[in-house]
């Protein structure tokens, strides 16, 4: 089997991949084939097929990983029993030495065509379709390693102040990656969003972190992985499909033919990606603190 260094592939995480895919499918399951996915995903990971049945392994060795995997089985769960949206089987998440596993069922990816881009946008509105009583959650979850304050709000400026950006930045400034004159012109931003925030929205279900390598495009359509679910504005999904890659018109286009863009979206998106691009400075440096620094402008 190729890839032999790899610590999925240990002795101790393919005994307990082989107990947890076996007992799920009911029958003996051993690991035949083995595909590294490190590129396509945050932890390391892989694609394992016995004689059927392939399956996605990701593996953490954060001190919280248990706790980070079972909450992202959490939120797609809602995903599936609310909106009806694929999502893939999961199978459960499991510690084995120092290692945390998530394991689910390995989806088989195809090629994007105008088609496939459409059903990204159709799954996102098929989301959005299911509305709250108010933003946030009962329960909290991650925006990937970073812990997500989910605490219900009635209003979503507030919300979007108080869980999204107060956290972020009061992380950001931890991190010793924020230069002085911008949180002070962050500061200034945080103080002007009700004057930002647009027009006022009903709570909606969101993917949470909605960026196209979140969507797996199959024969059968989208399928949804990664999501960090709350009830916020739909307009944060909306911002963060194009977040890292351009995506064709065709998604944006495919949503609008079931459900609504507010006018000025395209003139808020920056400001709702803020969250990220906080983020981003508080986890991995400053390479992203042109584009903090720029959406932050936009808005003084």
Known sequence: MANSLHPLLSEQCQIAIERIVSEHTG???????????????????????GDSYPIFVKLSRAANGLEQFETELASLRPLSSLSGVRIP??????????????????????????KQWQQ??????????????????????????????????????????????????????????????????????????????????????????AQQNNFISTAAGAVVIDPAVYYGNPEMDLAYIDFFQPVPVDVLNAYRDETPIEPGFHERR???????????????GVSYLPQLTNAIRKYL
């Open 120 to 209: 990204i946008g159709q799954t996102l509105a098929q989301i959005h379709r299911i509305k709250g009583d108010r933003f946030g959650l009962d329960t909290h979850n991650y925006f990937g390693p970073l812990y997500q304050d989910n605490r219900p709000l009635s209003d979503w400026t507030t919300f979007y102040a108080e869980r999204r950006l107060w956290p972020r930045f009061i992380g950001a400034i931890d991190s010793g990656n924020m230069p002085t004159d911008v949180i002070k012109s962050m500061e200034k931003l945080i103080m002007r969003l009700p004057d930002l925030c647009g027009p006022d929205v009903a709570p909606t279900l969101l993917h949470g972190d």
């Open 27 to 49: 029958a003996r399951w051993e690991i035949k084939d083995f595909r590294d996915m490190n590129e396509y995903s945050s932890h390391r990971s892989a694609i394992l097929s």
């Open 270 to 284: 920056e400001l709702w990606r803020v969250y990220a691009y906080l983020a981003i400075v508080e986890v991995e």
């Open 89 to 114: 089987i999961p199978m459960g998440s499991v510690s084995v030495a120092d290692d945390v596993l998530l394991i689910m069922e390995g989806i088989q990816a195809i090629d994007r065509t105008p």
